[in-house]
């Protein structure tokens, strides 16, 4: 077999530098989508949380008008006035 010259080997190593350069490359731009899909997908979790917030208060401040409305109908009800009971 022969021996390899300098010049060969400089190519071999030439390529595999090139094809390393390359993945790198690659990999590098897949990080910078994948920081700012992750930078969209929190500030919608933000957002979302937000809006369940405001959804939780809601509900909760329904559900006190609708205590008061049955309340206000039951009281009626004993004191003869109004119609039926809820």
Same mark, same amino acid.
């Given at each position: 077999m022969d021996n390899p010259c300098n010049k060969d080997i400089m190519k071999t190593r030439q390529q595999k530098f090139s094809e390393i350069e390359k993945a790198l490359n690659f990999n590098g731009e897949v990080m910078e989508d994948l920081q700012i899909t992750v930078k969209?997908?929190?500030?919608?979790?933000?957002? #979302?949380?937000?809006?369940?917030?405001? #959804?939780?208060?809601?509900?909760?401040? #329904? $559900?006190? $008008?609708?205590?008061?409305?049955?309340?206000g109908r039951k009281g009626l009800f004993e004191i003869g006035y109004g119609g039926t009971q809820l």
């Open positions: 969209a997908i929190s500030d919608e979790n933000i957002e #979302l949380r937000k809006t369940q917030e405001h #959804l939780k208060n809601r509900v909760a401040g #329904l $559900e006190k $008008e609708v205590m008061k409305m049955k309340l």
